[in-house]
């Protein structure tokens, strides 16, 4: 199935990646010497579309390696569609299940249902959906509804 540009991630032109790269260089030199690096993550944000904090840019055991960082930045994030299709989430949960460390696909799934940590269905599933097609995974999603409190 084809998905809608908003719900696929283009590739990155080369000028970009390496405008994206030398802001995120910038960044981590400013956090490595203990300067003050909040407008150059604001003006990284602006680029990008992303909400990075400056954790992001502090390398430890559960940072993003560079490389990772850099590739995240340089892909807009994923939208939220009011009218996303049940096939289109589908799509989505197949790119996941053919390439489970493409996070922009999970995010998408994520920010297109409304169940909290949907893909926890593809990487941690209940019992009943260990081996789940993608269909039968969009559709426990799909079913989820939120508690009102």
Request: with cysteine.
């Amino acid at each position: 199935m084809e998905l809608r540009d908003a719900l696929v991630r283009r590739p990155v032109m080369p000028e970009r990646r390496a405008a994206i790269a030398e802001a995120i260089l910038r960044i981590e030199e400013l956090v490595d010497r203990g300067g003050d690096a909040t407008a150059a993550v604001e003006t990284l944000n602006e680029m990008t579309g992303h909400s990075f904090g400056l954790d992001e840019f502090r390398y430890h055991r559960e940072a993003p390696d560079p490389e990772a960082l850099i590739e995240w930045a340089c892909a807009p994030p994923p939208v939220r569609l009011p009218d996303v299709a049940r096939d289109e989430l589908v799509e989505i949960v197949r790119r996941i299940l053919a390439d489970p460390t493409n996070d922009w696909y999970i995010e998408a799934f994520e920010r297109n249902t409304v169940m909290p940590g949907a893909s926890g269905l593809i990487f941690h599933p209940p019992a009943e959906l260990r081996a789940a097609t993608a269909e039968e995974i969009v559709d426990a999603a799909l079913a989820h509804r939120p508690i009102a409190l």
